[in-house]
């Protein structure tokens, strides 16, 4: 957390909520069983699993090969067992063999078992695809692999499922909106597949997370769900605060802050507005409507949805003389952008004259009424 303080009133609370992804983070394609069947299961219950009914999983297991197989056999032999009837199978691990597996079905599950639970771990990003046209659901592993989460569902009612614990991060992203290049990693098979991080693989953060931070970059989703497709310049004031605090983020980075504050809105963005910064800016207006900025800046975007944020909160000058104290509950123990983003904020609003905050909160007034604009951030005042 970071206070930035200029008087003695109430402090505007600014809550970047943005994910700080960490270097290592991986990303998992993860199939909800054949023909999808498990998709409703792996949504209601926060989890994502195998088909894998019997196994009795713990770390011990997963990372030593010749114990899996014996778990892999005995869950092949329960499966078979549900399916078809017969005898029973044991339940004892070490009655199954540990030689190599011949059967190519067995080779394959024992390998995602030991994917899911040796090598996904806290903090991976979980992509799960629903039927050919239907949305994809992302979300985050939430805990390490723990031996005492596990299911019962209705398709093996006498069996527990070992699971992965995941937060949805959303409430799926239609097909259409996910681009081309991306869609190849979603095709099957395996059930799980690690996706190898790369410039182009890594725009499935984008998609997952509204506002993140990912090395010297960040990326904002800037939404504006009521613009109605009719008014060409219902967008404006929308476009114009984002272009005004990308501008000043710039005259802060160039040490210039005293100059842009002297300067009208407009004049300011003449003035300071810096391409450079900014890796890509795209407005999308089908449904809902929304507008992304990624920054080549690990402050910049989330400068920008904190400065917008302030001004759709309306908050007037006098109050911003109080300070901003800046939190971030998405990422509580990332404490460097917000300090970064905090820091700049502050100097920001103690420069600005009364004209331009009314001005900037006029523009989002606007904004708000044209297109319903919205950051991720949220802002309230401390008393």
Do not use: C
Not at 31 to 49: Q, Y
Not at 203 to 229: C, H, M, T, W
Not at 231 to 252: G, H, R, W
């Amino acid at each position: 957390m970071l206070v930035v303080r200029a008087g003695v009133g109430p402090l505007i609370v600014v809550d970047i909520a943005t994910k700080i992804i960490p270097s290592d983070a991986a990303i998992w394609v993860i199939f909800p069983g054949l023909g999808r069947r498990f998709l409703e299961i792996f949504l209601g219950h926060d989890a994502v699993f195998l088909d894998t009914p019997g196994i009795r999983l713990w770390p011990a297991v997963v990372n030593d090969q010749a114990r899996l197989r014996q778990h892999t056999r005995m869950s092949a032999a329960v499966t078979n067992y549900v399916r078809k009837g017969g005898t029973p199978p044991s339940r004892n691990p070490t009655t199954y063999s540990d030689e190599k597996l011949e059967d190519g079905h067995d080779r394959v599950l024992a390998s995602n078992v030991r994917k899911l639970f040796a090598r996904v771990k806290k903090g991976d990003l979980v992509i799960v695809p629903g039927r050919q046209f239907a949305p994809v659901y992302f979300g985050e592993v939430v805990t390490d692999f723990n031996p005492e989460d596990s299911l019962t569902i209705a398709r093996y009612p006498n069996e527990e499922i070992p699971v992965r614990k995941v937060k949805w991060l959303n409430d799926g992203v239609p097909r259409h909106q996910i681009p081309l290049d991306l869609q190849m990693y979603l095709s099957k098979p395996p059930a799980i597949a690690q996706v190898a991080r790369s410039a182009v693989s890594d725009r499935f953060f984008n998609l997952a997370y509204p506002s993140f931070v990912l090395a010297e970059k960040s990326a904002v989703i800037i939404d504006g769900p009521q613009y109605d497709g009719k008014n060409p310049l219902a967008t404006y004031e929308a476009n114009v605060l984002v272009s005004y605090f990308i501008s000043a983020f710039s005259a802060i980075e160039r040490e210039e802050l005293e100059s842009f504050a002297k300067l009208d809105v407009f004049a300011a963005i003449d003035e300071f507005f810096d391409e450079s910064l900014i890796q890509s800016f795209s407005q999308n207006f089908n449904s809902p409507g929304k507008f992304a900025l990624a920054a080549l800046s690990a402050a910049m975007a989330v400068f920008v949805s904190g400065g917008i944020a302030i001004s759709l909160k309306g908050t007037n000058a006098e109050s911003l003389k109080s300070g901003i104290e800046v939190t971030n509950s998405v990422s509580p123990h990332d404490a460097h952008i917000a300090k970064d983003a905090g820091v700049k904020l502050g100097y920001l609003y103690k420069s600005l004259h009364k004209d331009d905050i009314d001005k900037l909160n006029g523009l989002a007034k606007r904004a708000r009424k044209n297109i319903g604009l919205r950051t991720p951030v949220k802002v309230e005042q401390k008393r």
